[in-house]
């Protein structure tokens, strides 16, 4: 089935931005991250499951995004799918972990450093956040989903940030 959803700064629950252009796909029974195949009499695509369905109508597994119903030639927006799952996502089906995490970027007394740590990671494609307490700005890294902690931690050192130290933190979209 198609899915759209109507506020157009939607982030998925693995923390992108939704696309409608995009290979997506939400499933209840997919583990997020995973990359999987799709096939249909008219059509193939691959698509990551970047959410979870709060409901589905029985007898349907996954919601798909424009482009990927379209790749499959579903036209009526929905249709019997193939699905080979090619890669598991990595974030732990445990209870007690939440898959998601914030990096501490650093501390700092004087704005202008904070500042250029703020834009530096801006520039490698992360989105701080910034916290005064007192005299020093903590700057962070937040909402990074499991299977993003090894990219992150590229960007971060790209940044300057080395050794960045990662907590877990509870979902955001719960």
Do not use: C
Not at 33 to 60: D, H, M, N, Q, W
């Amino acid at each position: 089935m198609w899915f759209a959803p109507s506020d157009p700064g939607f982030t998925t629950e693995t923390g992108t931005f939704f696309s409608a252009d995009a290979f997506e796909g939400l499933s209840d029974t997919i583990p997020l991250g995973s990359s999987a195949a799709l096939s249909t009499e008219y059509g193939e695509a691959v698509v990551t499951i970047t959410g979870k369905l709060p409901e589905i109508p029985p007898g349907r597994t996954l919601a798909l995004t424009e482009a990927a119903i379209n790749a499959l030639g579903l036209s009526s927006g929905t249709g019997e799918v193939s699905v080979s799952v090619l890669r598991e996502g990595t974030i732990a089906k445990d209870e007690s972990n939440t898959g998601w995490y914030t990096y501490s970027a650093g501390t700092y007394g004087n704005g202008q450093d904070a500042y250029e740590a703020y834009t530096s990671l801006i520039d490698n494609g992360l989105k701080p956040y910034a916290k005064t307490d007192g005299n020093t700005i903590d700057l962070s890294v937040k909402h990074i989903v499991a299977f993003r902690r090894a990219e992150t931690e590229k960007l971060l050192a790209q940044s300057g940030i080395e050794n960045a130290h990662a907590e877990m933190e509870s979902n955001p979209y719960t």
